[in-house]
């Protein structure tokens, strides 16, 4: 099946989850994601802000306050990183909230893990995005380790990747966390 379709199927099953199964979904996943060593070692962690049934990772604020917490804004065709600052989210044309543009930038290299939001993935570290392709052009630009986040339901056995599609190292459900990477697997 081709990217666009296997895209509609899977937008298609994250949109019909109802909102109480997404945020319990959600809960798993990110009390998963706080108990996970990696995680819980990191100093500067990228994560996004929940848009159009995503599992929402805002849970993770509290339960790791200690993190910095940062999250992307769409610059033209890429990705500007900023700090979490609750008081200064601004709506993206797009309709998803991302950081004020007058907060510091943060520098991608100094990134140790990204939590990087997808409408499907696979086991191998293969990830289906919105197909604007912010992520596949971002991720390159630092050294940190690529989770992706995704609910059991968008988890599927393989995606058609090409080598522009960056893969990442580990994936997270609410029931899984999968080593996509050998070399980072311990």
Known sequence: MEKAALRRRYLQIRESL????VAAASAAICERLAGWDRLREARTVMTYLAFRNEPDLS?????????LWVLPRIDGRRL???PYDPDRLV?????MLEPDPALPAVDPATLDVV???GVAFDPQGGRLGFGGGYYDRFLPSTPALRVGVTFDACLTDALPC???DQRMDWVVTPTRLICCAPSVCE
């Open 18 to 21: 109802a909102p109480e199964q």
């Open 59 to 67: 849970g993770l604020f509290t339960l790791l306050p200690s993190i």
């Open 80 to 82: 500007v990183l900023h």
């Open 91 to 95: 709506r993206h044309p797009f309709g």
């Open 115 to 117: 939590l990087v939001p």
């Open 162 to 164: 090409t080598e522009r």
